[in-house]
Structures are given as structure tokens and as C-alpha cells.
């Protein structure tokens, strides 16, 4: 069953279905352009979650988690502010760190020297024990509709 809504009060809106679902929370469309995003920066995934790191136009760096099956238009599952990004001289390692309570979550993106750079990217979940959980992620391209929004 398809609910209509009034979006005109929104400006252009590019593409919106929403559909009622029964055991889900309603979830939330992007709508036109979020201003103070200035560029996303990483967007990767693997089994259990998707990942994307954004820059807004203030300097803050922000860090987004979907844990699967929710996908990135809808709420994500986790949102930390505030991140610090390092950057290697050779320009070929770049890790951002986010704080979040006793949690301190690392992304890590590495991309080899060469003809065929190959991109790495690495989870690290660690807490104030220096307990620390990694997770291999897969890089992800952009989807084109996110390009309309920057």
C-alpha cells in the first residue's frame, strides 16, 4: 500500500517511494540537499554494516554506520561527530577517528602504489581496555543520485 505526501514544501525532490511497512520504523528519503555537507569522503560496506564518512562545510567530520539490511537512505544505525582525520606524507594513507563514549572507532584507507592502486579499507573498533575488533571493508562507488545532492 503506497502512501502519497505533499513534498512541494521540500523544492525539487528527485525520487521518493514510501511505503508503509508493518514491523519497521518509517524510514526517511533525502530530501534536497543537506547545505553543510561539503564532501563525503569514504563510502564502503562488508556483510554486516555500511559506512560513510562525510565532511561538512564547518570542518567537522562525521561518521555514519547502516548495520544491514538498512541501506543508506534510511536512518543509520549510528552517527558520531566530531572526527580527527590524519593523512600519511606520501598521501597514500589516510585514517579518520571518531569517539564515541568508551568506544573509539578508527577507519583506515590505504591505497597501494602502482600502476593498479588498489584501495584498502579497515575497521578497527577499540575500547578504553585496548580490546580491539577489525573488520575488512570493501570501497563502494557513489551512487550517482548522491552526486545531485552536492
Known sequence: MEKKQDLAQYGTVRAVSIKAQTKLKPTRAILPQDPSIKRFLILCHNQHYTIRVDE?????IRYLCWQKPRGILQRPSLVIRNGK???SPSL???????EDGDLT?????IVSKG??????????VSDRDNQKSTWKMEERPFPKYLGDFL
Do not use: N
Open 105 to 109: 572507532y578508527s577507519l583506515e584507507r
Open 56 to 60: 561538512h562545510t564547518d570542518g567537522e
Open 92 to 98: 597514500d594513507k589516510t585514517e579518520y577517528v571518531f
Open 85 to 87: 582525520c590524519t593523512e
Open 115 to 124: 600502476d593498479h592502486g588498489t584501495t584498502h579499507i579497515f575497521l578497527e
